[in-house]
């Protein structure tokens, strides 16, 4: 089981970028997919999940309204799209697997049992 994020990079305050994660190993068809991210000093922060069964989505409060996250089954593929972005989003941001199917809660990283390395997205003001 291996997963791979990538879209990471600078950008300036207001711009936008796009998270890619792509699974290996499992279908995320049928696996809960969640992103969380860390900035220096601060603890692991959950960013947004999405279900498996009907692709219903979930966001952390610092984040709700501006990022959106999707999945391509086809290419097992989970995506971060982020919007208006601040120097407060700095950070590396991980995807990780849920362990629980359809559990409707998913901001604690305890329950994620596989994570990507992480990407580092750094906005500039």
């Known amino acids: 089981v291996q997963l791979q994020a990538s879209g990471g990079g600078l950008v300036q305050t207001g711009g936008s970028l796009r998270l890619s994660c792509t699974a290996s190993?499992?279908?995320?068809?049928?696996?809960?997919m969640g992103w969380f991210r860390q900035s220096t000093m601060k603890e692991r922060e959950f960013v947004a999940a999405?279900?498996?069964?009907?692709?219903?989505?979930y966001y952390g409060m610092s984040v709700k309204g501006r990022f959106s996250v999707s999945k391509e089954n086809a290419k097992n593929t989970v995506y971060l799209q982020m919007n208006n972005l601040g120097p407060e989003d700095t950070a590396v941001y991980y995807c990780?697997?849920?362990?629980?199917?359809?559990?409707?809660?998913?901001?604690?990283?305890?329950?994620?049992?596989?994570w990507g390395q992480g990407t580092q997205v750094t906005v500039s003001s």
């Open positions: 999405i279900k498996w069964s009907d692709r219903r989505t």
């Open positions: 990780a697997r849920h362990m629980y199917s359809s559990s409707g809660y998913y901001s604690d990283s305890q329950d994620y049992d596989y």
């Open positions: 190993g499992f279908d995320v068809a049928f696996n809960d």
